[in-house]
């Protein structure tokens, strides 16, 4: 019997998690059946159940894989010295992020925006996505505080304010960012990074003589 080369099995692990995360952008979580994803992946059971036992493998793995390219992302930029600015940084992550993704439509807009905002949902009914996705981001948060100490390290922000509530409000203006999508329409990531332009370009109010 022929061996299965990696690549042919890497291929066909894609193709069922782009298939999965269609089906849960377009429908949901819950109205989305293992035989719609069978269908959308065009495979059989069994080629689908050799990689995942089911709709809560493979939602866990779409959160893994994402999670994990941006703490690499921002890991990476940590070795810089210094790292680019925010606004830099977050446009080119999320820019990466988002064209790896970008051939996954639903009604001709981007289904990742939608995925996001599905899982999120799914984290309150599920215990055990709730952990996946607290244990992402907390390792996200790990490595935008690296980011954050280099900046402050080369005198280009405050030194005063801890990295941690830096960290935290930067991956919240990009989660808003990315909420946002489905409910006001599709915006290029140069928006993002001309609102963090615009805040990192204010200074104190001057006293009035």
């Excluded at 979580?29 to 089911?54: C, I, N, P």
């Excluded at 995925?115 to 996505?129: D, G, K, M, N, Y």
């Excluded at 280009?156 to 960290?167: G, K, N, Y």
Aim: with cysteine.
């Amino acid at each position: 019997m022929a061996r299965v080369s990696q690549a042919h099995l890497d291929a066909r692990r894609r193709q069922i998690l782009d298939g999965a995360a269609l089906c849960f952008a377009r429908n949901g979580f819950h109205a989305t059946s293992m035989q719609d994803v069978l269908k959308e992946a065009d495979l059989s059971a069994g080629a689908v159940y050799r990689y995942f036992a089911g709709k809560e493998d493979l939602i866990a793995a779409i959160v893994g894989e994402v999670l994990g390219e941006v703490r690499e992302a921002f890991e990476e930029a940590a070795k810089q010295s210094p790292p680019q600015p925010p606004d830099l940084l977050v446009g080119s992550v999320l820019s990466r992020t988002l064209a790896a993704r970008a051939s996954l439509t639903v009604d001709g807009e981007p289904a990742f925006p939608r995925l996001i905002v599905q899982v999120w949902a799914e984290t309150l009914r599920s215990p055990e996505l709730a952990i996946t996705l607290r244990d992402g981001y907390a390792a996200v948060a790990e490595a935008w505080v690296r980011v954050v100490e280099a900046y402050q390290a080369a005198g280009m922000m405050r030194a005063d304010l801890p990295p941690e509530h830096v960290a935290r409000t930067m991956i919240a203006a990009v989660q808003g960012f990315v909420a946002q999508q489905p409910l006001l329409g599709p915006a290029p990531v140069e928006v993002l990074q001309n609102g963090l332009r615009a805040l990192m370009s204010m200074s104190a109010p001057r006293d009035e003589a």
